[in-house]
C-alpha cells in the first residue's frame, strides 16, 4: 500500500513527479520526510568510510567526494571502474547499507513502476560548489534490469538528463533536497551528470550537495 505523499511545504503545490523518460521518473520531495534521518547515516557511513576524491583510469582527480555503503562500492583508480566489496582505503568492508535507504529505495522504485527493488549498494557523492558530474553512463552494475534510484540532500543542483548517445544534447532539471529520481527500463543506460554546483547554504547540510544513488550491483 502506497503512503500519502507529504507536501513539499505550506507554499508548495506539493510533489512535483516529472516524467523524465521511458522508465525514468523524478519523484518530487519523495525523501523529505526522511531528509534528517538520511543525513544522520550519511554522517555515520562516512565516520568508518571519510569521504575521498578517487582518480579516474585516464589519471583525473574526481573533484565530487564518494564513499559507499552496501555489499560493494563503487570505486575507480588507474586501473578502471568496478565494484569493490572492501573500501581500498581502510581495507574493510564497506559499511552496512543503512534500513532507511534501503527502505527508501524499495518504495520510491515501486512507486515509479518498479515493484520488488533490493538496493545492495550505494554510493554517497558530496558536491561543494564548483564541483560537477560530466556526463556518463551507469554500466559497473551486473543487471541492467534492475533501476537506479538517486536521492538529492542538501543544496539544489542541476541534473543533466542526456541521451542514449553522449552527444545527445542534455535537458536540464533541477533537483532539491529531498527529490528521488528512479531510472531503469529503456532508460537505464542514458547519458547524465550535474551541472556546476552554485554556492548556497542549507540549513541541514551547510554548503554541499549530498546525492545518494541505489543500485542492486552484484
Ligand atoms: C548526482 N547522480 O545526482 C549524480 N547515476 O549527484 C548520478 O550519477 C546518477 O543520480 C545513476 C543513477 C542516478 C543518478
Ligand atoms: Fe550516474
Known sequence: MMAARLP???????????P??????LLGGFALPL???LLAA??????????????TPGGWRMSVAMTNCGAAGWVTDRSGYRYDPRDPETGRPWPALPRAF????????????FPSFAADACLVNRYAPGNRLSLHQDRNERDFAHPIV???LGLPATFLWGGERRADR????????????????????AFHGVDTLRAGTDARTGDVRYNLTLRRAL
Open 150 to 152: 538517486s536521492v538529492s
Open 8 to 18: 513539499v511545504d505550506l507554499f508548495d503545490d506539493g510533489p512535483r513527479d516529472v
Open 170 to 189: 542534455p535537458r536540464r532539471v533541477p533537483l532539491r533536497h529531498g527529490d528521488v529520481v528512479v531510472w531503469g527500463g529503456a532508460s537505464r543506460l
Open 20 to 25: 523524465l523518460g521511458p522508465g525514468a521518473v
Open 102 to 113: 534501503a527502505d527508501l529505495a524499495a518504495r520510491a522504485a515501486a512507486a515509479a513502476g
Open 35 to 37: 531528509g534528517e534521518a
Open 42 to 55: 550519511v554522517a555515520d557511513v562516512a565516520a568508518r568510510a571519510p569521504f575521498r576524491h578517487m582518480v
